[in-house]
């Protein structure tokens, strides 16, 4: 009680000079925190509530609308569109042609050309857009890549039609999905197809690709291709040869070797009564003495005549 009676004596005194020197009397409150300056963090709280407390983003840069090295989604792809802690937005949605899908509440999205990640973000930006949901977490899924497809058909193997699950993928890699060329196949194929909305076609000579190292002959392809490979060109045999018939022209084969491949002629014929029968540019017929170092061409006729000794 002494105490607080002195303080109090004290304090009258002090006031009592501050009045006379024309200064304000001390602020003997407690004193009171500066509201403008930032708080300090809460280090009575434990390290793990500490840690969830909101700290400043750095900003992110924003994702690219779709990856090169990804799946693009084509007309006839289904996909399965769901919405996190929204099951009644879980959809199985069909490409169109022009690359559009119809979803509840957004109406219509493009989303062809786009990787499924792209395509997240697109729909998740019209429902946060619209409204519909909060903080939208969309998620994707392929469920059957019936576009980007193409087509190989011809003397293969597995003639059909194949996704393209990847993308650069070249024209001998889809004749290795179709269980390449059969042995009646040539050694060239025919890629048709539409580039920059015009008709595109090719033919691609495949061995020469690899055997004079020109990769770039071996093209890419496109959604909606088609890749044909023929019948290999063939010559015919006939008269004093021991094995006449049909064989497939070789690449710079000779009518020497043509020849041997019939197994030559036979105790009655000769080398030196050849006859080729040949069309010419006017598709008109042509009978030529050839010299067995020509070369044969496709639908050659060679005949070996019959030895006059």
């Known amino acids: 009680m002494r105490r607080a009676a002195l303080v109090c004596v004290l304090a009258a005194a002090l006031g009592a000079q501050a009045q006379d020197r024309g200064a304000p009397p001390p602020d003997t409150s407690v004193p009171q925190q500066d509201r403008s300056a930032p708080l300090p963090p809460d280090r009575s709280a434990p390290p793990q509530e500490r840690s969830m407390q ?17 799946y693009q989604l084509g007309p006839g792809d289904i996909i399965r569109i769901q919405v996190f802690q929204n099951a009644d937005l879980t959809l199985d949605a069909r490409v169109s042609e022009n690359g559009t899908i119809s979803f509840p509440l957004i109406g219509s999205a493009r989303v062809g050309g786009m990787t499924t990640a792209a395509a997240e973000r697109v729909i998740a930006k019209a429902l946060g857009d619209g409204g519909f949901v909060q903080n939208p977490q969309v998620t994707i899924a392929l ?9 190989v058909l011809g003397q293969v193997n597995k003639p ?4 393209l699950d990847t993308v650069n993928l070249r024209v001998s890699e889809l004749l290795a999905l179709a269980g390449g060329a059969t042995t009646a196949g040539a050694d060239s194929a025919i890629l048709s197809g539409t580039r920059d909305g015009k008709p595109f076609h090719r033919e691609i000579e495949i061995a020469e690709a690899f055997l004079k190292n020109k990769p770039q002959d071996d093209l890419v392809v496109a959604g909606g291709d088609v890749i044909y490979v023929h019948r290999a060109p063939v010559y015919y045999i006939y008269g004093e040869v021991q094995k006449p018939g049909s064989y497939r022209v070789e690449r710079a084969m000779t009518v020497r070797q043509a020849l041997a491949q019939g197994g030559g002629p036979t105790s009655r014929g000769t080398e030196r009564g050849l006859a080729l029968h040949r069309r010419g540019k006017t598709g008109a ?7 067995l170092g020509d070369a044969v ?13």
């Open 54 to 70: 909101p700290q400043a983003r750095t900003p992110q840069p924003q994702a690219a609308a779709a990856d090169k090295d990804e």
């Open 143 to 151: 469920q059957a890549m019936r576009g980007n497809q193409v087509s």
């Open 160 to 163: 059909g039609r194949f996704a």
């Open 285 to 291: 017929l042509e009978v030529v003495t050839p010299d």
């Open 297 to 309: 061409q496709a639908d050659d006729v060679i005949q070996v005549k019959e030895s006059v000794f």
